[in-house]
C-alpha cells in the first residue's frame, strides 16, 4: 500500500494514534478517584512491558507498578528532562562523583544537570563519534566514583551507546548504572535487570509514540532505597515536586504525589497498548529495518552520515547537507512536499538533517517520505542517481 497525505519523520514527537488521540479527548476525571486509579494501573502495566521488564497486571490495587522483578515504575508529570531531573537529584548528594560521557547535546544536557545536584565529570567527545570504551574503564578503575550516567540513544547525533559494555565496567568497578533512554526505550533493546541499571527514563512522545509532556522512571530497589538514604542522613538536595519519595510512597496506591497530567496518561496508556499489540521485539525490528533503509539509501545516494558506522542509531539518522543545500531545503520540503523531517543543533546547525525511524511509523511513510525528499532535492539542483527506494526497506 501506498501512504498518502503528509509524511511526519522527526524524530519525536512522533505520530500519534486515532486511539491515543481519543484516549487524551476522554472528558475530564478527578485525580484522587477510582477511575484515575484504573488509567494508573493500565498506565503501570503498559511502561513496564515497554521497558523491558516483567508484566504486572493493569488491574488497581494490584500492585501494577512492580513485578518480579525488584524494578518499579513512576509517571512523571513533566517532559523526559524532567524525569532525568528527578533520577540525577534524588540519586546523588552534592558531593558525589559521577562520570557523564557524551557526544551530543542530550548527553551534554545530561552532564549541565548533574552538575547542579553533584560532582560531574564531564568527558566530552566529538558529536556522532563513539565513547572510547578504554578510557572511561580507565576513568572508573581509579576508584571514588559514584555512578556513571549516560544518554543512551544521542538524537542530536544519530548515535546509540554501547550499554552492554557499559554496564559491565559498572558492574566490575562497582557504580551505579544511570540511563537517559528517553528516546530508546520501546525502540531499541533496552535491559534493566541485565544491565543491572539503577535508573531507566523514558519520555512518552519518542519510541512509545504517546504525548508530549508525560514521562517515567524504571527505578531498582536499591536506587529507591539509596535516595530514602540520603534524605535520612540529611544532605539531599533540595526537592519538592521531584521529589521522590512522595512518588514511591503514592505508587502503592496507584497514584502521584501531584496533581497528574490526567489526559496525556490516557492517552499514553493507550500508545502503550498498541505496542503490546504489535510486540516490543518487532518494534525494535521495525524501526532498525527502517533505519537500515535510510542508511543505505542516502549512502547510495553520496550522503555522508554523521555517527560512527557500528553506533548509529535504529531510531534516528543524522545525514550531512551536501555542498549547496541547506536548511532551506527542509522549508521546502515540508511546504511544497507535505514533508517533515527536522535539522542540527547548535555547531551543525544548517549542516544536517535528522531523519527519525522511531515510533508507529509505517514502512509505507517511510518510503514515500524517502521519494519526496528525493524530489526536493533534485528541484533544488542537486543531482542525484536513479534509485527503487522500495528496494531499500523490503524484506
Not at 207 to 230: E, H, L, N, W, Y
Request: net charge negative; proline share 4%; charged share 25%.
Amino acid at each position: 500500500m501506498e501512504h498518502q497525505g503528509d509524511c511526519f519523520l522527526v524524530p519525536g514527537p512522533t505520530r500519534m494514534s486515532n486511539q491515543c488521540l481519543e484516549a487524551m479527548a476522554t472528558p475530564v476525571i478527578t485525580a484522587r478517584g477510582s477511575e484515575f486509579r484504573d488509567v494508573m494501573a493500565k498506565l503501570n502495566s503498559g511502561l513496564r512491558y515497554a521497558f523491558n521488564l516483567s508484566p504486572s497486571l493493569d488491574v488497581k490495587k494490584s500492585q501494577s507498578w512492580t513485578g518480579e522483578d525488584d524494578y518499579k515504575v513512576i509517571v512523571v508529570s513533566g517532559s523526559g528532562t524532567a524525569a532525568m531531573e528527578m533520577v540525577m537529584a534524588n540519586r546523588f548528594r552534592p558531593n558525589d562523583r559521577v562520570l557523564v560521557p557524551t557526544n551530543g547535546k542530550f548527553g551534554e544536557r545530561v552532564a549541565e544537570m548533574g552538575a547542579r545536584f553533584c560532582n560531574v565529570k564531564h568527558l566530552k567527545y566529538e558529536w556522532g563519534r563513539a565513547f572510547d570504551l578504554g578510557e572511561i574503564e580507565e576513568i572508573l578503575a581509579r576508584g571514588n566514583l559514584e555512578a556513571l550516567a549516560i544518554c543512551h540513544n544521542e538524537t542530536s547525533s544519530g548515535i546509540t551507546q554501547d550499554a552492554d559494555s557499559l554496564a559491565e565496567m559498572c558492574k566490575k568497578y562497582g557504580v551505579a548504572f544511570i540511563l537517559d533512554g528517553i528516546t530508546s526505550v520501546g525502540g531499541l533493546p533496552v535491559h534493566p535487570e541485565e544491565w543491572n541499571a539503577e535508573a531507566v527514563v523514558v519520555g512518552a512522545q519518542k519510541c512509545t509514540a504517546g504525548p508530549s509532556g508525560i514521562a517515567a522512571i524504571a527505578v531498582s530497589k536499591k536506587f529507591a532505597d539509596r535516595c530514602i538514604a540520603i534524605r535520612n542522613q540529611g544532605d539531599s538536595n533540595p526537592l519538592y515536586y521531584f521529589d521522590i519519595i512522595p512518588a514511591l510512597k503514592k505508587g502503592e496506591d496507584d497514584q502521584t504525589p501531584w496533581t497528574p497530567a490526567i489526559n496525556p496518561a490516557m492517552g499514553w496508556a493507550a500508545a502503550l497498548d498498541i505496542l503490546k499489540e504489535e510486540g516490543l521485539e518487532n518494534r525494535w525490528s521495525r524501526c532498525k529495518k527502517l533505519a537500515n533503509g535510510v542508511r543505505k539509501l542516502f549512502h547510495d545516494l553520496g550522503f555522508d552520515l554523521l555517527a560512527d558506522e557500528y553506533s548509529r542509531s535504529n531510531t534516528v539518522t543524522a545525514i550531512m547537507y551536501p555542498e549547496g543545500i541547506d536548511d532551506s531545503w527542509r522549508s521546502k520540503l515540508k511546504e511544497d512536499y507535505q514533508t517533515q523531517v527536522i535539522g542540527a543543533q547548535d555547531h551543525l546547525k544548517g549542516k544536517m538533517f535528522r531523519i527519525g525511524s522511531m515510533g508507529e511509523t509505517p514502512v509505507e511513510e517511510m518510503v514515500e517520505g524517502c521519494k519526496r525528499m528525493i524530489d526536493c532535492f533534485r528541484e533544488l539542483g542537486h543531482d542525484l542517481p536513479d534509485v527503487n527506494v522500495e528496494t531499500y526497506f523490503s524484506d
